[in-house]
């Protein structure tokens, strides 16, 4: 089996025990250079948050999108537009990455910053 499999087996087996909560979902996607992060509702599929390192905000911030770095600003900066918008409580959904890397750092960085997952 390769990876691309077995994140997908963990994606799945993830995003049936989400839907047990109906709560927002936190959810975070990660490619070589980039890290997206939304925060969407589970019934209705609407985004409700969502930041990402292409954004024009986060490209005269830092030289590089693909570190741990960008991902902790990231993860700060859609913990401050949730916060805004009166979302406090969300389950996190990793898509079947490990937790270690960039998506703790993501995932560290908005709990600081007042995020309850």
């Known amino acids: 089996m390769n990876k691309k499999i077995k994140r997908i087996r963990r994606y799945r087996k993830l995003r049936k025990n989400l839907q047990k909560f109906s709560l927002l979902r936190f959810v975070v996607f990660r490619s070589l250079r980039h890290i997206y992060a939304q925060i969407i509702c589970s019934t209705t599929a609407f985004v409700h948050v969502s930041a990402s390192t292409v954004e024009k905000d986060f490209q005269k911030e830092l030289l590089y999108s693909g570190n741990k770095l960008a991902a902790r600003f990231i993860g700060i900066l859609i913990a401050t537009r949730a916060l805004k918008k009166g979302i406090k ?23 600081n910053t007042g995020l309850i997952f």
């Open 89 to 111: 409580k969300v389950s996190f959904d990793r898509s079947g990455f490990r937790y270690h890397g960039r998506i703790k750092m993501l995932a560290d960085s908005a709990r």
